[in-house]
């Protein structure tokens, strides 16, 4: 039998030395993993993200040592502790350890109680969920009340199978989302049809629209750039075509582009999944069944398709 | 090395396990949840309740109590009727068992005809709205359950002519009127939430 | 205790049960015996494990390249639809009832299930719902295609307004699955409670036993809430109603919490059994007894409990409230706590033994591997700020594949080499296991790793098309997908051969404990039949002078001479 290795673990000291280096290299390593964590993510550009981040890399700093230190212990078990080609004797009979189990029911509990009461006060710092409120379905979206504090909107973000379109306090339409940098802005959520989710991963925040019920959202961009909107909740056969561009601009650019948006006229937005609809139909409508999308929106500002985004 | 050895002294008694015997433990098991899909739909009716914008179909301000108010009086004392059926049973007096259990049989078909006359009667219907979907999904399946006990019953009934019927035991009739009970008290829950909650 | 070590001529003895493999009829026939039901519904299980594989193979096809170019997206719809629906309910579902109705009555030492016919119809249902989706492909307007979650009002837009559609098939195949569990459910838990070997009281059952047990009290208590959804999104599709239909009132969130009601704990259902499997192995291959045999039985049911009140996890982001969102957060993060426990006692039972890398035991511990990276990424997901960005997107599908497959598909391939023998009775042959193994691990770590980055910078989940950006993580996940598939080969020609060819089994080939191992390999058609051993300990006494029953001895020879 592995009679060397035993001895080693044997003797006190070897032992607890092996054990201290390995937590350091597990903690070093850790940390490590927890500062290339922010690397994973896209461009923070939205007041929401740093938090997310620090949440986010804290989980992956426990995470990676947790991970670590148990597939650590499995790696060490079996390298030494493999049976010989021929050895059928049984291990060391320990049944249990009372104190051990009560070690690693207290400790995890302690870890995700301060988990979650660090996420939940930050839940409470972010707070972009206004309030939801139903209605009914044949009527008019009414006007909802925001009660909390923003500097700038609503803007309606109306979403449907497959675009969408974003309607401002002076009534300017457009495809694509223009937002003042370092303002929080306000919108109403409203979908036409089926469940839409508004997601910009570069703000880190994503808000599902729910039909017959207007949500009000709040958040406040921190960088200027252009960032993708994603449709996250599936929404039918379209569903990957339907995104458009979140421009964050300055505030100055942000109130130019107002006004000479105003002056435009209305004509046809950003409608990717339309277009790829038309192509099927002139390819003889093959695939299964859809519905058919959403007409284009009549904008003031159509948007451009192809614009390089940063994140 | 060992293959083969009759001297062992053995100190064990041959254990045993029954192989049947254990229709009530499953039938139990499954009347509970089976309790969840009601009780699914119990939570479904409140929260639409409570959130609907509209509830009631138009040209609708409630739903008339009286009549359902019968049926349920019905439903609930057949509930006390056919324990004294089952008591009968105990006591081997089978035509009193038969004579009391085939009037619980006519109380759940009258709950069935009032529930049918009282659908009839209605102005609106499964399609007007959520109200009218929960309504009728639940009386009906709750009806289900009722036109099943009654069914039950009546097999019951057509084996207690059988002879040797009881020799194993009265499961059969145990769990029907189990089964009956808890129909009943769905319905005790039904209908506070749907005649008295309005 | 003494452990019996068996005589090679044994090992070459004549087939040893005269309805053997030979007798192949009986598995096409409506037959009552539990162990024959378990190899029917391990056997379809893994027929449909290949046609969801199948179906892998065509999403991850189209996601190799960032534009959708090999089918048109609403085929991919259909495609990721079927492939998610065929892969929880009729292959992972399937395929533990089969694990659970061949080892639940030998290892308590019951003859058969409590309710033999019962057992009989809701395999039987399995073909019959089976087909039901399958034929939804060659409807109008194809299958159902709008995710495993079939959210209205997505689920109830029925382009083609006919009342024969591939959602009506899919609800209708969905809840005949569901009628199929309960009756499992019913059954199996009746035949926990009331048919235990003498001497075997809760607290010396073997784990998986107390797995099981609280799976299928799970099943019966979420289930029929998923089935009330069902019911009234059938109505709503078919019936013009408007449960969850926003033009008379309704409202499509409820249908979410129907949904998730079940459908979390639906997860534990399955990694439930996974865990007890895990519990059952270690300790056979690392010579050991269970580390905490009470505390790893008890976490059993602090996670049942604990994920019936959780669901919400999957809705932090539907506009829930805020105080809501906290508290599911935090009943989420408590399930780590007896998951915890569980993993803890499995390392710890691992720690000084003599260790063993059989196949079913690389199997073991590759899934113990994955299950504590999936774990830690769950953690995350339940952090709601880190859940609004990452939710809905393919860290959620890296995440539940490393539960899913990493992990229960893992635990399941294990217990199906360990459990072999037993109930053919023929050996497999090590080194295509091993191959199986190699192949599996690697196809699915490059398969689901990448995926969580592509999640991290804001993927989407169920796309067909996705920015370039993306591209780098995708074309890693489906050469990860292709490997995975060549790794059934290895995996099927040496069930078949095995079973066909391979030597024969004898009773105890891992020397483990456990009623079942007390008998023939395989187990006679009433196992114990009329002499059921007495139980004095929990069968994990490794290396302790407990003996597991009484008489241990005389029922090992009875096993070899039977044999
Ligand atoms: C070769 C193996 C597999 C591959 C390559 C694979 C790949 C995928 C992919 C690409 C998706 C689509 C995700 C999306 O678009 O949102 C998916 C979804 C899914 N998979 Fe797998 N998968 C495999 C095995 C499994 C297994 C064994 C199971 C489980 C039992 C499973 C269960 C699911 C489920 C439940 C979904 C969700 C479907 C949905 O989003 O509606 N998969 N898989
Ligand atoms: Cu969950």
């Known amino acids: 039998m592995n009679t060397k290795i035993r001895r080693i673990k044997k003797s006190g000291f070897s032992k607890t030395f092996i054990i201290s280096i390995a937590v350091i290299l597990n903690i070093t390593f850790s940390l490590l993993m927890g500062y290339w964590s922010y690397s994973w993510l896209p461009i923070q550009a939205s007041e929401a993200a740093h938090y997310v981040d620090n949440l986010f890399a804290f989980e992956t700093t426990i995470g990676t040592f947790i991970f670590l230190g148990c597939s650590g212990t499995m790696a060490w078990i079996l390298v030494f502790n493999r049976a010989p080609k021929y050895d059928e004797s049984n291990g060391e009979p320990l049944e249990g350890n009372l104190k051990l189990e009560i070690i690693w029911t207290l400790v995890p509990l302690l870890l995700v109680l301060g988990i979650s009461t660090y996420s939940t006060s930050v839940n409470y710092k972010l707070e972009n969920l206004g309030s939801k409120i139903k209605y009914d379905y044949g009527s008019e979206v009414p006007f909802v009340e925001e009660k909390k504090v923003f500097d700038y909107g609503p803007i309606d973000v109306i979403s449907r199978q497959w675009n969408w379109e974003f309607i401002y306090p002076n009534g300017i339409h457009s495809s694509e989302l223009h937002l003042p940098v370092d303002k929080k802005s306000n919108f109403r959520l409203i979908t036409e049809d089926v469940i839409h989710s508004f997601y910009v991963p570069a703000f880190r925040l994503k808000q599902d629209i729910i039909p017959g019920s207007v949500i009000t959202y709040s958040l406040t961009p921190t960088k200027e750039g252009v960032f993708r909107l994603r449709d996250a909740m599936f929404s039918g056969a379209y569903f990957s075509e339907n995104q458009t561009n979140v421009i964050v601009e300055s505030e100055e650019i942000f109130y130019k582009w107002i006004k000479e948006t105003v002056k435009k006229e209305l004509q046809n937005g950003l409608n990717p999944a339309g277009n790829l609809y038309q192509k099927r139909l002139r390819n003889g409508n093959r695939g299964w069944a859809t519905v058919k999308p959403a007409p284009d929106p009549k904008v003031n500002d159509a948007g451009i398709e192809s614009r390089p985004h940063d994140s | ?198 | 205790m003494t452990i019996v070590n068996y005589d090679p001529r044994l090992v070459k003895s004549k087939n040893p049960y005269p309805k053997g493999p030979n007798d192949w009829k009986r598995f096409f026939s409506f037959n009552t015996d539990a162990k024959v039901i378990g190899i029917q519904y391990i056997v379809t299980a893994l027929f449909f494990l290949l046609i969801g594989g199948l179906l892998a193979m065509l999403i991850r096809g189209e996601l190799i390249t960032p534009p959708s170019d090999l089918f048109d997206p609403t085929v991919y719809n259909g495609l990721y639809t079927m492939h998610g629906t065929i892969m929880l309910f009729l292959f992972l579902f399937p395929i533990l009832s089969g694990l659970t109705n061949l080892l639940v009555p030998p290892m308590i030492g019951a003859p058969d299930m409590a309710f033999p016919k019962l057992n009989a119809l809701a395999f039987w249902l399995v073909p019959v719902f089976s087909i039901i989706l399958l034929l939804s492909f060659f409807v109008p307007g194809g299958p159902a295609s709008s995710g495993w979650w079939s959210y209205p009002p997505i689920s109830i837009q029925n382009p083609l307004g006919q009342i024969i559609n591939g959602e009506m098939l899919w609800i209708i195949a969905i809840s005949l699955s569901g009628i199929s569990s309960i009756i499992g459910a019913v059954n199996f838990v009746t035949t926990i409670i009331r048919m235990r070997a003498p001497g075997m009281g809760f607290f010396k059952m073997p784990i998986f036993i107390w797995t099981v047990l609280a799976a299928q009290l799970l099943q019966l208590l979420g289930l029929p809430a998923l089935t009330g959804g069902a019911i009234m999104l059938f109505f709503d599709l078919t019936f013009g109603t408007s449960f969850f239909r926003i033009e008379g009132g309704g409202d499509p969130v409820l249908f979410q919490h129907f949904f998730w009601f079940y459908s979390h704990p639906a997860v534990y259902v399955m990694v439930l059994p996974v865990f007890g499997i895990f519990s059952e192995l270690f300790p056979v291959y690392s010579r050991k007894p269970l580390f905490g045999y009470k505390f790893v039985a008890v976490a059993s049911f602090g996670i049942t409990i604990l994920s019936l009140v959780v669901w919400v996890h999957h809705m932090f982001y539907t506009g829930t409230p805020m105080w809501m969102r906290n508290l599911f957060m935090f009943t989420t993060m408590l399930i780590a706590v007896p998951t915890g426990v569980k993993v803890f006692a499995w390392i710890a039972t691992l720690w000084g033994g003599n260790i063993r890398l059989t196949t079913p035991m690389l199997f073991c511990l590759g899934g113990l591997f994955n299950f504590i990276f999936g774990g830690i990424t769950g953690v995350m997901l339940a952090t709601v700020p880190v859940d609004i960005h990452v939710g809905n997107t393919y860290f959620v599908v890296a995440h539940f594949h490393y539960i899913i497959f990493n992990t229960i598909a893992f635990g399941i391939f294990a217990a199906i080499y360990h459990w072999f023998p037993k109930f053919t009775g023929k050996m497999f042959y090590e080194g295509l296991g091993k191959v199986h193994f190699a192949l599996t691990f690697i196809g699915a770590t490059l398969n689901w790793l990448p995926l969580h980055w592509a999640g991290l910078l804001g993927m989407p989940r169920r796309v067909a098309s996705y920015d370039p950006e993306f591209a780098i993580w995708n074309v890693l996940a489906s050469i990860g997908a292709f490997i995975l598939g060549v790794a059934s080969i290895p995996f099927i020609l040496n069930m078949v051969s095995s079973w066909v060819r391979g030597k024969a089994a004898p009773p105890n080939p891992w020397k483990a404990i456990g009623l079942e191992w007390l008998l023939p390999s395989p187990p006679p058609h009433e196992n114990f039949e009329e002499d059921i051993p007495t139980v004095l300990n929990e069968p994990y006494c490794y290396g302790l002078d407990k003996p597991f029953v009484e008489d241990e001895q005389f029922y090992i020879e009875k096993s070899l001479k039977e044999h």
């Not at chain 2, 035509?95 to 209605?122: H, N």
């Not at chain 2, 959520?130 to 084996?159: D, P």
């Open chain 2, 1 to 198: 090395m060992l293959t083969e050895n009759q001297n062992l002294t053995l100190n064990h008694k041959p254990g045993h396990i029954k192989h049947d015997g254990h229709n009530m433990t499953g039938f139990i098991i499954f009347l509970c949840s089976e309790s969840i899909i009601f009780f699914a739909f119990f939570v479904g009716y409140s929260v639409l309740k409570i959130s609907s914008p509209v509830w009631y179909p138009e040209g609708i301000n409630g739903i008339d109590v009286k009549m359902p108010l019968i049926n349920t009086v019905i439903l609930v004392s057949s509930s006390f009727v056919i324990y004294f059926a089952e008591k009968y049973l105990h006591k081997k007096n089978l035509w009193g068992f038969r004579i009391i259990w085939f009037i619980t049989m006519l109380m759940g078909s009258y709950f069935v005809y009032g529930q049918y006359v009282e659908w009839s009667e209605l102005s609106f219907s499964l399609q007007s709205g959520a109200f009218g979907g929960m309504f009728y999904l639940l009386t009906g399946f709750h009806g289900l359950h009722v036109i099943t006990g009654i069914l039950l019953m009546g097999l019951m009934l057509l084996r207690s002519f059988l002879p040797d019927n009881y020799k194993g035991g009265e499961m059969g009739v145990e769990s029907v009127s189990l089964f009956w009970h808890f129909v009943d008290v769905i319905w005790i829950l039904l209908f506070g939430l749907i005649y008295l909650w309005q």
